[in-house]
Antibody, heavy 122, light 107 residues
Framework: EVQLLESGGGLVQPGGSLRLSCTSS????????MIWVRQAPGKGLEWVST????????HYADSVKGRFTISRDNSKNTLYLQMSSLRAEDTAVYYC???????????????WGQGTLVTVSS | DIQMTQSPSSVSASVGDTVTITCRAS??????LAWYQQKPGKAPKLLIY???SLQSGVPSRFSGSGSGTEFTLTISSLQPEDFATYYC?????????FGGGTKVEIK
């Protein structure tokens, strides 16, 4: 059974940093591109970042480019999102998701984690 | 970036009704369009991929159509468990985008 489990969310002050993790099981992690998607309270879904199965390529939404870094450790079946220079508008539930088929470009996502809440506030 | 415009933003319907949601892309995305269902407090669930292919385990009352810039999601014979928010998502480029969502509410 495929499972994705995010962790690392919490309350952080503006300008601070946080690292999210997404631990996976039930599939060959290295074969699949992965993404991070976020959802601000009461709002819609916003794509954040994408990473290929081998760690490249990586892509970012303009809203986080230069502040967030996506990475993965295939030996640990874990996806990461390093977030820095956090702003109030980064407050959201962050989801990781697996591309349905495999390598990039990722088209659609068949498994999602339960999400982890990041709150940026003083 | 490719913009995705969904309509309507909300719709009220009764059990047994047929509901149609439209998604328009700002440029040609071929058939790289997916539909998701999201219930409050839950992660999105993939319903349709490649515009018209039904994801495994999804009831056949859900169907998708379209190509290029205009797409539709149709829910036939609406069931109580279908009241949720629906999102389209384009997968034509590495820079993914979602529609704004359509909330299907009980009339």
């Amino acid at each position: 059974e495929v499972q994705l489990l995010e962790s690392g969310g919490g309350l952080v002050q503006p300008g601070g940093s946080l690292r999210l993790s997404c631990t996976s099981s039930g599939f060959t992690f290295t074969n699949y591109a992965m993404i991070w998607v976020r959802q601000a309270p009461g709002k819609g879904l916003e794509w954040v970042s994408t990473i290929g199965g081998g760690g490249t390529p990586t892509h970012y939404a303009d809203s986080v480019k230069g502040r967030f870094t996506i990475s993965r450790d295939n030996s640990k079946n874990t996806l990461y999102l390093q977030m820095s220079s956090l702003r109030a508008e980064d407050t959201a539930v962050y989801y990781c998701a697996k591309y349905r088929l495999g390598g990039p470009p990722p088209r659609d996502f068949d498994y999602w984690g339960q999400g982890t809440l990041v709150t940026v506030s003083s | 970036d490719i913009q995705m415009t969904q309509s309507p933003s909300s719709v009220s319907a009764s059990v047994g009704d047929t509901v149609t949601i439209t998604c328009r892309a700002s440029q040609d995305i071929s058939s790289w369009l997916a539909w998701y269902q999201q219930k409050p407090g839950k992660a999105p669930k993939l319903l349709i991929y490649a515009a018209s292919s039904l994801q495994s385990g999804v009831p056949s009352r859900f169907s998708g159509s379209g190509s290029g810039t205009e797409f539709t999601l149709t829910i036939s014979s609406l069931q109580p468990e279908d009241f949720a928010t629906y999102y389209c998502q384009q997968g034509n480029s590495f820079f993914l985008t979602f529609g704004g969502g359509t909330k299907v509410e009980i009339k």
